[in-house]
């Protein structure tokens, strides 16, 4: 990996960042806030958040096993994709390296940064080389995207070749986990200390099953977090997402059993489909969601719309030719889906 230094573009290294009122405050208990300019009344909604989330950091130190100092946490995992490309990518000069396909934001975020965005298409059973990936860069590529378990092909990506593209990247590999708790393989989380150019993003949208509240979380070394705390805005996590995420913190085992039944939904659907006259590949899958090329992915999509069931149509993505992406729902929900393509003459 090259110096932090030297991957950081010079102005963001150089910026100091916006000091609010929240952040200058700290140590004793204090009752009377006459610092923030706010609304004496209509507690606690009056209050600007903890800009820098300590409690909620705090609990996630002991789920996550890292620091707290590792931990950054936006508006959502779109917030980090961003914030990556503007603390990193010299617009108009810098470039980054992705997978294909794989998740949109990564290009829009390139393309609103002026960044140029490099593809590098997945194999027929949706696997990518580090040598490939190596290939495509050069020495103004700032940073490579992966995604595993991948959106929308559903599978993980092989270790081993994420380990060599950590090892033989000098730049940062951004590894989004989003739906990295209905697999079977671990996180990158527990090797986080051993490779220095990775940041690991994950959501509490998934699993966590709060999609509504807007919260994603990066992972990286404490000198990385340090970078785009300093460029966020000030009070980027409001008030209320931060009380919703530690209740959903105080309800660990029953985000572990929703993880398990989604699990064996995801198995029993799957079968499922194969018996479908309409369905021609059901591809392996790793998230709550899956892969599944069909006769015709424009007419069933429209099909289920007319019935109130949407699903997401992938037809136009690369190596996704007619096919539908199904995301698990209750078992309720399924049976909806399953009995109407069982009813489809196409």
Known sequence: MKPLKELTRTNIWALKPYSSARDEYSGVAASVFLDANENPYNLPYNRYPDPVQRELKAKLTKVKKVSAEQ?????????????????????????????DPTYGMYQVCADVNDVEYRKVCLDDSFQFSADSLLAAADEHTKLIFLCSPNNPTGNDLLRSEIVKLLVNFEGLVILDEAYNDFSELPSFLEELDQ????????????????????????????????????????????????????????KYDEIEHWVDTLKKERARLMQSFESLSCVRHIFQSDANFFLARVSDANRIYNYLVERGIIVRNRSSISLCGSCLRVTVGTPEENETLLEALKTYAG
């Open 195 to 250: 490779y220095p150019n990775l940041i690991v993003f994950q959501t509490f949208s998934k699993a966590w099953g709060c999609a509504a509240i807007r919260l994603g979380m990066a992972f990286a070394s404490a000198e990385i977090i340090a970078i785009l705390s300093k460029i966020k805005y000030p009070y980027n996590v409001n008030q209320l997402t931060q009380e919703q995420a530690l209740l959903m913190l105080q």
């Open 71 to 99: 931990i950054f946490l936006g508006n959502g995992s779109d917030e980090a994709i961003d914030l990556v490309y503007r603390a990193f990518c010299e617009p108009g000069k810098d470039n980054v390296v992705a997978i």
